[in-house]
């Protein structure tokens, strides 16, 4: 069987910032520069828009998330103006966004709370209930099935941002608790999950330093894999309160997230550095890609 081929990300403006994988294989990646949703058709070697730009009162684009029981692709939504990213609307505040899988039309809105929020990344607990990282916040926030608005569902002052973005990567592990990690902090943290309710929160201790930790995505029972902005995609495998970092592949060029299908993993490399900071960074190497890596089934 080939090798599989590295995907094109359309347009000068993508800054792939998240990606997730349907049921069908289809990859759908998140921009907070350009905004809305592209797409990559199962076996397609370049992306395609498939929620435009300001759809559905978006602005910039964040974490992305296909949750194929209910049919729903998540997508964070946020006004990243105080970063210096206009985005392709003026919606101010940040929002949880459901879009129908089969349509992409939009069906569901929820604003976090309070007044400093930047919706980053989300998983969906197997109750339905989904949790989300907010990275100007030390807040992780839960939306139970059913809920009309968010609560706080855990706050710890080690989750307080630093230089600007805090909380980010977020899984559930096989113990049924929940995993995070910081992004300019580089830490990585259990929440203990006890009966509905957040209980203690411990600080993991890593084999080595990890570099502005992003994506975490659970593989099977305590391991996962995760991207390091710093350039690598790592398996982390947590036993007790510490962790193991493997990379599996480094030199990357600023990885922000990944998909994974039947054993390769699909990356995006954002280069975020160049948006947030262009004037020091310059220009982006375009095209912009999602690179493929084998990690096993």
């Excluded at 300019?184 to 600080?203: P, S």
């Excluded at 947030?276 to 982006?284: C, D, R, S, V």
């Amino acid at each position: 069987m080939a090798a599989p081929r590295t995907i094109e990300v359309a347009g000068a403006q993508a800054y792939p910032e998240s990606i997730t994988a349907g049921p069908d294989g289809a990859l759908y990646i998140s921009s907070p520069a350009s905004g809305g949703v592209q797409r990559v058709a199962p076996g397609a070697a370049r992306t395609e828009t498939w929620i435009a730009p300001g759809a559905f009162d978006t602005r910039s684009t964040f974490g992305v998330y296909a949750e194929a029981r209910t049919n729903t692709l998540w997508v964070c939504s946020n006004d990243a103006s105080g970063l210096g990213v206009a985005g392709p609307s003026a919606v101010a505040g940040s929002y949880l966004k459901g879009f129908d899988l089969a349509t992409g039309g939009g069906k569901a809105s929820y604003k976090l709370p309070g007044s400093a929020t930047l919706c980053n990344d989300l998983t969906v607990a197997d109750d339905g209930a989904i949790y989300v990282t907010n990275s100007l916040a030390p807040q992780i926030l839960r939306l139970r099935p059913g809920a009309e608005e968010f609560e706080v569902f855990a706050e710890d002052k080690r989750f307080q941002p630093l230089n600007g973005a805090g909380l980010d990567g977020v899984a559930i592990g096989g113990d049924g608790n929940l995993y995070v990690n910081t992004f300019n902090g580089g830490e990585l943290f259990r929440v203990e999950i006890a009966g509905g309710k957040a209980g203690a929160i411990v600080k993991l201790k890593t084999s080595r330093p990890i570099s502005l930790p992003d994506a975490l995505r659970r593989v099977s029972g305590n391991a996962f894999l995760m991207v390091e902005g710093g350039g690598a995609l790592d398996r982390v495998t947590i036993s007790g309160d510490e962790a193991t970092i493997e990379t599996i592949k480094g030199d990357l060029n600023e990885p922000t997230s990944f998909a994974t299908i039947k054993g390769v993993a699909w990356v995006t490399e954002g280069q975020l550095s160049h948006l947030f900071n262009l004037k020091e960074k310059g220009p982006p190497s375009l095209p912009f890609r999602i690179t493929p890596v084998q990690v096993g089934e």
